[in-house]
């Protein structure tokens, strides 16, 4: 891949992360009674393709350098992803419990059967999720390269019945399933489902990855019909935005109810994310970027690992700061929280690679990935 294919995925990535902070500040301004609805939108619905895009990003990684005829070495694959994934995610894990403990007192959590349950669902750190799905991505990556094979024969065709599979899978996952069994661990494993069901971002992950694998077709594609990629991004923008405030003046719901129904398994969600992934994608392979705005996402892509996992335990000290200094979350403030956490979670990120560059050890627990010393004399 070209070094500007490269940067179009580590822009998405970078846009994603950005987004996924605005969706967490989001949750907080609601401390706010009278939070404004409109700034709540920003934050909480057009930043709804922020995790999903993500799946579709790690899948574009993961396939660019795969040869589906070729010989795939699953062992040596999977020893190279349980490393940049599952110690992050173990570590990152201790170091959320050990803080909530260290600040709450309850030592519960260490104990089975609540241990286990945070260690398969990701519940010391409500991000850590992610992992825990992309793991089980990994872990049956035979599947999608089986899988995918087969839908480039007619990947137009193929992919239409993945996504209207996946949009009628969310529906009865998001609005018709409770877990309401006789069977206590059955409705612990129905209500964790978010946690670890890789149905749920199952198509964004193949078109990921029939993307990459079909790159050059994809960027023709996209280039010959950009007049229709933009329109169907203004379209479901305008549809997720018109439902969130439908479900709110017409259906009288509560900001925090409204947009835990117009989220990103929502029908319209599913669509959002594909429109925003394709819209994205298109304008980040053009050249007339300004640099800023390359310079602030390159370096976002860059450090969106780092930024990810460490952002909640920066929000957790923010908030408490701005509950001692007995502040509203006003819009103004909920701006700057936002800014705050984004540019101390950047600062940390940055800190650890420039640390990790003579303790190598520390980047491979916190983001899973080797940094080789300084050479003397360089």
């Not at 304008?283 to 602030?296: C, D, R, W």
């Not at 370096?299 to 996992?309: D, I, M």
Request: positive net charge.
């Amino acid at each position: 891949m070209s070094q500007k294919k490269i940067i179009a995925i580590e822009y998405i990535r970078g846009i994603s992360m950005l987004g996924v902070i605005g969706i967490h500040t989001g949750a907080y301004s609601l401390s706010n009674p009278k939070v404004n609805i409109h700034l709540f939108a920003l934050l909480e619905i057009l930043t709804r393709f922020s995790v999903p895009i993500f799946f579709f990003a790690s899948a574009f990684g993961l396939f660019f350098t795969q040869n589906l005829t070729a010989r795939f070495n699953y062992k040596d694959f999977l020893v190279r992803r349980l490393r940049t994934v599952l110690v992050p995610y173990l570590v990152w894990s201790i170091i959320y419990m050990i803080h909530y403990t260290f600040v709450s007192g309850d030592s519960t959590i260490w104990h089975p059967p609540l241990l286990y349950e945070f260690a398969f669902f990701g519940l010391a750190s409500y991000q850590l999720y992610f992992l825990i799905i992309l793991l089980w991505f990994y872990a049956l990556m035979p599947l999608w390269r089986i899988a995918v094979s087969y839908i480039i024969q007619h990947p137009a065709r193929n992919l239409s019945i993945i996504l209207l599979l996946q949009i009628l899978f969310n529906y009865y996952s998001s609005y018709i399933l409770h877990a309401d069994f006789s069977n206590h661990y059955i409705n612990k494993l129905i209500y964790h489902r978010l946690s670890y069901w890789i149905f749920h971002y199952l198509f964004i992950f193949l078109l990921g990855a029939v993307c990459a694998v079909k790159y050059e077709h994809f960027k023709e594609l996209i280039k010959n019909h950009q007049t229709a990629v933009a329109n169907f991004f203004y379209l479901t923008l305008a549809g997720i935005l018109s439902y969130y405030y439908y479900l709110l003046y017409w259906l009288h719901y509560t900001p925090e109810a409204a947009v835990n129904t117009a989220h990103q398994l929502s029908p319209i969600g599913v669509l959002y994310t594909l429109s925003t992934t394709l819209f994205l994608f298109m304008i980040f392979n053009k050249e007339k970027l300004p640099l800023g705005i390359k310079s602030i996402l390159s370096r976002f892509g860059e450090h969106s690992y780092t930024v990810y996992l460490v952002h909640p335990l920066v929000m957790y000290y923010l908030i408490n700061y701005i509950a001692g200094q007995n502040l509203m979350m006003t819009a103004l403030v909920t701006i700057a929280f936002y800014l705050a956490a984004t540019l101390i979670s950047l600062a940390f990120s940055l800190i650890v690679k420039r640390v990790s560059t003579f303790l190598p050890i520390i980047s491979l627990l916190l983001t899973g990935s080797k940094l080789s010393k300084p050479k003397s004399g360089v």
